[in-house]
């Protein structure tokens, strides 16, 4: 498989201002050195607590940043480059965490025919998109509400809807489900899983919940501003201590396994859902009871 | 309590006008509008409320919703009849009472503007019953597209528009959550002197503008992500079309005006 992003020694820092709106000699730095590739079809957690650059880098990905040091490519494309910015945005969409403040049109539809107009595709082709992308969501039969009318997840879906219109290699979620209710972020990320899996669309997950982190195929650790971990999330969840040390937690029952095993009983380490840690445990009681 | 402000006032029906090409129906209007002030004759106003009369059967907006738009202006109508009444001098004096006198011209005009309001109101309020603000919009995108050539901002302006109406709903609920949150710490806002209550509106304000600004940032960076830059080769999922119902239409106030042209010549 070849990568569709690329990232290669990025640097990213940001200017603070002093008080008189000068710029402050010294800058922060958010990324420092940060390697990595994504592999087209793939669908990658990033994971990483407030403030570790997890976004910054999400934002390197869609060209809204460029780096201070270092490349990042997309499709082979330098994000540096200008030329290049608006092709690499229709390959590379980005859904935001507020879908209230991504949503332009006051029709569904008409949203989601945004980008696709905006590129200059003919009518009756944005017709079709629109549909597609809709149905893809599964908002196909509110596509003549207005925003205000849907719930939180269903808002998200059609800013993922938006995205998806523009045809794109790649989708980057940068924190999709932070303002929602648990039933809205089960339908965002059945949604992700689905377009991942059905359209073979890249997915770059930015998140701090583990439970989602645990669904995709690879996940990766940024810490202060560099890759701490970079695994399958079996490999990544059983370093509780590393994970629990940069302020992020593992999901529950990878963590009563952990405990379990600190009492010295044995169990495995990778265990990342519920049905697993079940299982494991029915396994356990049957070779005690032998 | 801001919950039931309505958005325009779009009548969301079926019917022969609200299909009718929006530009055709804002320039129809405006033609109406020409209609009612050709002339000083009440058979001017008899063709202009054939004219909304036959276009109301056309729109099926029920009657009680044409009452509700002349509604608010029942006060300035009533002002500016009494106004008239009082103030215009012109033929027999009817009624005197030391420098107030009403004359006949007098009953005349005021009935005479009266009938013009009403009628003034009612034939623009079929335009905005039967046509979405977002279509209105289009409208006049496409209405003032030749206004390009001058350099002026036409899809800039339809854009700052229909951003307006999106967020217009999002910013009212925001409202209504600052409101309560204001309250829950004790502020009073519903009572007290006017200069108190406007002072009380300061903290509700301040948030409001903040949450704003940082609303149209993030839209601004969603929609750059969503490729948008500007009108400029810029196409539309849904293009305004004019069917032959337009052109019959037009064709039809045309007649009118016509109609009213001859009728002032001929009084």
Not at chain 1, 97 to 112: G, L, M, R, S
Not at chain 1, 134 to 163: C, E, F, N, W
Not at chain 2, 93 to 115: A, P
Not at chain 2, 240 to 265: E, S
């Amino acid at each position: 498989m070849s990568a569709i992003i690329e990232a290669k020694n990025l640097v990213f820092r940001y200017q603070e201002n002093e008080e008189d709106g000068t710029p402050k000699k010294q800058e922060i730095p958010v990324l420092k050195d940060v390697s990595l590739s994504i592999e087209k079809g793939s669908f990658t957690a990033i994971l990483g607590h407030n403030g570790s650059g997890k976004s910054t880098f999400a934002k390197h990905i869609n060209a809204i940043l460029v780096p201070d040091e270092g490349k990042v490519y997309v499709d082979g494309m330098d994000t540096a480059d200008e030329e290049n910015l608006f092709a690499i945005r229709q390959k590379a969409g980005m859904v935001f965490q507020n879908p209230d403040n991504q949503i332009v049109a006051t029709i569904v539809e008409e949203d989601v025919a945004f980008a696709p107009e905006n590129l200059g595709v003919a009518p009756d082709e944005i017709r079709r998109r629109v549909d597609d992308a809709l149905k893809a969501v599964k908002m196909y039969d509110y596509r003549s509400h207005a925003p205000t009318q849907l719930s939180g997840g269903q808002k998200q879906r059609v800013a993922i809807a938006g995205v998806i219109a523009m045809q794109p290699d790649c989708i980057i979620l940068d924190e999709p489900t932070a303002m929602l209710d648990p039933q809205g972020r089960q339908e965002v990320m059945d949604t992700i899983r689905r377009l991942n899996r059905k359209k073979g669309i890249t997915v770059v997950l930015i998140t701090h919940y583990m439970e989602e982190a645990a669904l995709a195929d690879r996940i990766v650790v940024i810490d202060d501003g560099r890759v701490l971990l970079d695994d399958v999330p079996k490999k990544v969840f059983a370093q509780v201590e590393t994970l629990q040390r940069v302020g992020l937690d593992v999901p529950q029952v990878t963590e009563l396994a952990h405990l379990l095993r600190q009492e010295g009983i044995e169990i495995e380490k990778d265990i990342i859902s519920a049905e697993e840690c079940v299982a494991a445990l029915e396994a356990l009681l049957e070779k005690n009871r032998k | 309590m801001l919950k039931d402000i309505t958005l325009g006032q779009y009548f969301p029906i079926d019917s022969v006008l609200h299909r009718m090409d929006p530009r055709f129906k804002i320039i129809e209007t405006m033609l109406f509008i020409v209609l009612l002030f050709m002339g000083s004759s009440f058979w001017i106003l008899a063709l202009g409320a054939v004219f909304v009369l036959l276009a109301r059967q056309l729109s099926n907006i029920p009657m009680k919703m044409i009452w509700k738009s002349v509604k608010p202006i029942l006060h300035i109508l009533a002002v500016t009849a009494v106004l008239n009444l009082l103030f215009i001098d012109d033929g027999d004096v009817l009624f005197q009472w030391k420098l107030l006198k009403v004359t006949e011209g007098g009953i005349t005009t005021s009935l005479f503007m009266m009938i013009r309001i009403v009628l003034l109101i009612i034939g623009s309020s079929l335009l905005t019953y039967t046509t979405s603000p977002i279509l209105l919009t289009d409208a006049i995108e496409s209405l003032l597209s030749p206004l390009k050539r001058v350099k002026f901002p036409v899809h800039e302006m339809a854009m700052m528009m229909s951003i307006a109406l999106r967020f217009i709903p999002t910013l009212l609920e925001e409202t209504d959550k600052i409101m309560s949150a204001q309250k829950a710490r004790g502020a009073t806002l519903d009572n007290g002197k006017l200069t108190e209550r406007a002072k009380a509106l300061i903290p509700i304000l301040i948030p409001l503008f903040v949450s704003a600004f940082r609303r149209a940032e993030e839209l601004a960076t969603a929609m750059e992500c969503r490729c948008y830059r500007g009108g400029e080769g810029r196409t539309r999922l849904r293009t305004l079309k004019a069917a032959p119902r337009d052109y019959i239409g037009f064709a039809v106030c045309l007649l009118f005006l016509a109609a009213a042209a001859v009728l002032n010549i001929l009084l």
